[in-house]
């Protein structure tokens, strides 16, 4: 019976063993701590108001609950993330005739720069751009929110794997 047991256990104890971090359900390797997200800059040529302070939050919500790092604004934080917002267009994708357009493309690029104080060779700096489509007879301010909720979305997943999946 008591080998039994050690038999059960010991896969148990030397799994608990190999890892060198915390991991999570969602493939997050997170070593440190803490974390500074900075508010990101709004560069684009096309300025929304709301979008620097709504797409921050959104990867600051992302990271925060998929990694439980503690949110800091000092200096010394185990993660550091800036950013600046440097394109907010809006393209003709579709066209039914050479005058009639179809779709719109609306697309958000963000340069961000990632610094892990603790494995400087996972810092990164890369810009990270997604689109959505829109029907060409709808109005983009009506359906901007929804659109900027699915782009940042998208943006945030590839950030937060960017940053603690390493894909």
């Known amino acids: 019976m008591r080998f039994k047991l050690f038999l ?5 104890y030397l799994l608990s063993l190999s890892g060198c971090g915390i991991y999570s359900f969602t493939g997050a390797s997170v070593e440190g701590k803490t974390i500074n997200i900075h508010m990101f800059d709004n560069k684009a040529r096309n300025v929304v108001p709301s979008l620097s302070s709504t797409l921050t939050e959104m990867i600051r919500t ?4 998929q990694t439980g790092l503690e949110p800091t604004t000092k200096d ?3 993660y550091d993330m800036t950013g600046a917002i440097t394109a907010y267009d809006v393209t003709v994708t579709g066209a039914q005739s050479v005058q009639v357009a179809s779709k719109n493309r609306l697309t958000i690029s963000l340069q961000i720069t990632f610094k892990n104080r603790l494995n400087d060779k996972a810092s990164f ?11 060409a007879s709808q109005i983009l301010q009506n359906v901007q929110t929804a659109l900027i909720t699915d782009i940042g ?13 390493n894909w």
């Open 125 to 135: 700096s890369q810009t990270f751009t997604h689109f959505s489509d829109f029907d």
């Open 153 to 165: 979305t998208q943006l945030s997943d590839d950030i937060f794997n960017k940053a603690f999946v």
């Open 8 to 12: 059960f256990l010991l896969p148990v």
């Open 62 to 65: 992302r990271i925060l609950s």
């Open 76 to 78: 010394d934080a185990d």
